[in-house]
T-cell receptor, first 114, second 109 residues
């Protein structure tokens, strides 16, 4: 079956530009997560949705980062006024239910901010 | 101190040899532990869960030591296809997954 998909796969932005990253989770998966993975590091938690409710956004690094999942399926991560330190791979993962024993990851969006 | 600490390596392993590595975690209340595998420029995928009694899946063995707060992964009879980064994952009390930075394994022919 279809896995988690993300778009775009690659994004180059000029510093100060706004970007929007999309995640399509596995159909029926209740939980959706966003992670940021810098080069040579493990994924770092950004935010978590259960259906349309954003239950945890404690990992968002600044108020320039905003995520939504208005209908409980597709999610968008928006970064306003991008900075060079935002350059990373942004991974989306979904999970059928709690406990989140296995999360299924999308291929990620590689963001480069010039 | 980070929640999950791993020595990134790389661990250069001759084909057919055994390699083992640990990760340590800081939250003594953590209940669930996993190893994920991440190939270069790919997404992480679940390799195996780590149970209190240990877990073996073919050539892979995972162990948990709660007293010392570490988990381990051992790979026997290494194959070239085992070359990847192995991410240690700990589930905290808030149900969030905390990832280590990974152990990079390079199997050499």
């Amino acid at each position: 079956g279809a896995g988690v998909s993300q778009s775009p796969r690659y994004k180059v932005a000029k510093r100060g530009q706004d970007v929007a990253l999309r995640c399509d989770p596995i159909s029926g998966h209740v939980s959706l997560f966003w992670y940021q993975q810098a080069l040579g590091q493990g994924p770092e938690f950004l935010t978590y949705f259960q259906n349309e409710a954003q239950l945890d956004k404690s990992g968002l690094p600044s108020d320039r980062f905003f995520a939504e999942r208005p209908e409980g399926s597709v999610s968008t991560l928006k970064i306003q006024r991008t900075q060079q330190e935002d350059s990373a791979v942004y991974l989306c993962a979904s999970s059928p239910r709690e406990p989140h024993n296995e999360q299924f990851f999308g291929p990620g969006t590689r963001l480069t901010v010039l | 101190r980070k929640e999950v600490e791993q020595d990134p390596g790389p661990f250069n392993v001759p084909e057919g040899a055994t390699v083992a590595f640990n990760c340590t975690y800081s939250n003594s209340a953590s209940q669930s532990f996993f190893w994920y595998r991440q190939d270069c420029r790919k997404e992480p995928k679940l390799l195996m869960s780590v149970y209190s009694s240990g877990n073996e899946d073919g050539r892979f063995t995972a162990q948990l030591n709660r007293a010392s707060q570490y988990i381990s992964l051992l790979i026997r009879d290494s194959k070239l296809s085992d070359s990847a980064t192995y991410l240690c994952v700990v589930v905290g009390g808030n149900n969030r997954l905390a990832f280590g930075k990974g152990n990079q394994v390079v199997v050499i022919p």
